[in-house]
């Protein structure tokens, strides 16, 4: 069995320091790397994408709206048109780094509530798409296991990875609880681990009403933000290890 492991970092700013990044890159095999609009900036993106490239890891674009103070995860009122152009200009910024270290760009993961959106609004979801394809159509796009957005790049002949999140809550349609709402974030890791197994392992996942919800894989978010991410992504890197999960790449053998 195989799993990318895959982290949003680069998300400090200025004379602010959130995560782990450099001790997190040791353990995910794919780094999501935020591109100034809900965090990071021009200094934290060439440092991240320098610590990324020196671990080997896949190196993706996060692109968030522009929403600096509420870390990107406020909805905002945005047309398809609009996402389409942020996309773009975001990707183009991290891509530069990128070729500045010799290196290739591998994956787009939309972030926070951009994210949310277009699992569910197919016009978001494809404006997405359209943007990652257009910048380069080798990317890999990063959504939701089962949303509008996996669907969307697939119809725009992308590769896909079905995401799926360690510490988070699942509604019965498979969409992620809300953070507003009360058991959004596991904070269990013993529970964390058990719920990534079987969704590995069984292709399923318990909802927040007991309901079953189905779902493959490709790739499992942790979180590096919180005060006790790096002991978190280290325990189940280790179980994962321990149930002879493979960490790689997506796509690597």
Do not use: W
């Not at 896949?58 to 047309?79: K, M, N, S």
């Not at 058991?183 to 392992?201: F, H, N, S």
């Amino acid at each position: 069995m195989r799993i990318d492991l895959n982290c949003d970092l680069g998300e400090s700013f200025g004379n602010y320091t959130i995560g782990q990044d450099e001790d997190v890159l040791q353990l995910v095999s794919s780094a999501n790397i935020a591109c100034g609009y809900h965090a990071g900036d021009h200094n934290v993106m060439k440092k991240t994408v320098r610590l990324a490239a020196e671990a080997g890891v896949g190196l993706g674009a996060h692109p968030g709206l522009p929403d600096l103070g509420g870390f990107g995860r406020r909805y905002i009122e945005v047309q398809p048109e609009d996402v389409y152009n942020m996309v773009v200009y975001q990707i183009g910024a991290l891509e530069a780094f990128v070729r500045i270290e010799g290196e290739r760009l591998q994956h787009v993961k939309p972030h926070g509530a951009l994210f949310n959106m277009a699992s569910k609004d197919r016009a978001i979801a494809d404006a997405i798409a359209r943007a990652v394809k257009d910048v380069d159509e080798s990317l890999i796009l990063f959504g939701l296991a089962g949303s509008e957005l996996v669907m969307a790049g697939r119809e725009h002949g992308l590769t896909v990875a079905r995401e799926v999140f360690a510490d988070r809550s699942y509604q019965p349609d498979g969409t992620l609880t809300p953070r507003t709402e009360p058991g959004a974030v596991i904070e269990d890791e013993d529970e964390v681990t058990e719920r990534v197994l079987r969704m590995i392992r069984e292709g399923v996942v318990t909802a927040s009403d007991g309901s079953e919800v189905a779902l493959e894989p490709d790739t499992i978010c942790v979180h590096g933000d919180g005060p006790k991410a790096l002991a978190f992504v280290s325990n189940l890197r280790k179980c994962l290890q321990e149930a002879g999960v493979q960490v790689r790449k997506v796509g690597e053998r």
